[in-house]
């Protein structure tokens, strides 16, 4: 099978990590990135211009004669030109930022015109309104797994003696809310006998994560929304406790997992650290992910493309 790939960003991790998986069960990939300069917006994310969306179509027409068995449009702005074109069936992934964010009606509208749809939570397919495929983001479980604390804060450099709280983010991504991230962090620190520090993270190779998230005491997520964050997934599984905002599928995600808390309040966030942190690392975080695994997604995105080729 040979599937032609409309992506935003053919280098990012995440969907690196879906073309291997697949190529792992027999599918052959190429990949047209959205053309033009990425910018950096206030939040520090990296974006497209409407107009750059646009220009890809003519090289998405021109491929589609050739010898492919599909498209898939990852994130919902590169659908319309894989819709636009006549030859191939069409599968899009929405990724939640997409759906969920400004152009939400359109691309939903969008959405169920193509053969096949793959969203991240069941909120999401709710959104869509149609018969969507809710197939979270794999992690790759050989390489995030538990580790020694004390060699992980070695290797990160952290003060081996005071609490490390982890949150994996840019503090100018404002979704993210690092505002509240960091209230939570200090009324913590006021409780404990340790020092509390909050750790951010930004342009970290996606190779090292594992050392960072074995280093920490505890995953902070204080996100307005998300869709399926993969760094509670990733964090789950190096047995990390997450405490979190309930957003996308986190509560899901942690719901069986003891201990990990979900809060409203910064009341509750900073009470759900203070527990996991007297408690230590659950023992079934890793287990509660073992379904997630990249080779799971990519056996269910073949079956998907089997479905419509």
């Given amino acids: 099978m040979h599937v032609l790939n409309l992506a935003t960003d053919g280098t990012s991790a995440i969907f690196a990590q879906q073309v ?8 052959e990939t190429t990949t047209l990135e959205v053309p033009g300069e990425r910018r950096v917006t206030d939040e520090g994310i990296s974006s497209r211009s409407l107009l750059d969306y646009v220009r890809l179509y003519p090289r998405a027409l021109r491929h589609s004669f050739g010898s492919y068995d599909l498209v898939h449009a990852n994130y919902g702005l590169t659908l319309p030109a894989a819709l636009a074109q006549p030859s191939l069936p069409v599968v899009v992934t929405l990724w939640g930022s997409d759906l969920l964010g ?3 009606t359109p691309i939903g509208w969008l959405a169920r015109r193509a053969d096949a749809v793959i969203v991240r939570t069941e909120e999401m397919a709710e959104a869509v309104g149609t018969g969507a495929h809710v197939i979270p983001h794999g992690v790759n ?12 804060r070695r290797a990160v450099g952290w003060d081996r003696d ?41 342009n970290v190779p996606h190779g090292r ?3 960072y998230y074995n280093a920490a005491d505890a995953l902070l997520l204080t996100s307005k929304r998300e869709g399926s964050p993969n760094s509670v997934k990733e964090a789950l599984a190096c047995n990390l406790p997450v405490v979190a905002t309930a957003v996308g599928d986190v509560p899901d995600r942690v719901r069986d997992v003891d201990p990990s808390h979900v809060g409203t309040t910064d009341q509750e966030l900073v009470d759900g650290l203070e527990d996991v942190i007297a408690r230590g ?29």
């Fill in 20 to 27: 291997e998986v697949l190529q792992s069960q027999g599918v």
């Fill in 281 to 309: 690392p659950p023992e079934n975080g890793r287990a509660a992910v073992e379904p997630l695994s990249l080779d799971h997604m990519g056996a269910r995105l073949r079956e998907i493309y089997d479905s419509v080729s």
């Fill in 162 to 202: 005071a609490v490390h709280v982890l949150f994996p983010y840019p503090i100018s991504r404002d979704v993210k809310d690092y505002n509240r991230a960091k209230r939570v962090a200090s009324s913590l620190d006021e409780r404990l006998d340790r020092t509390v520090r909050l750790q951010t993270l930004s």
């Fill in 102 to 104: 400004r152009y939400g």
């Fill in 209 to 211: 994560m594992p050392l």
């Fill in 141 to 152: 479980l050989r390489r995030f797994r538990p580790l020694p604390r004390r060699d992980a």
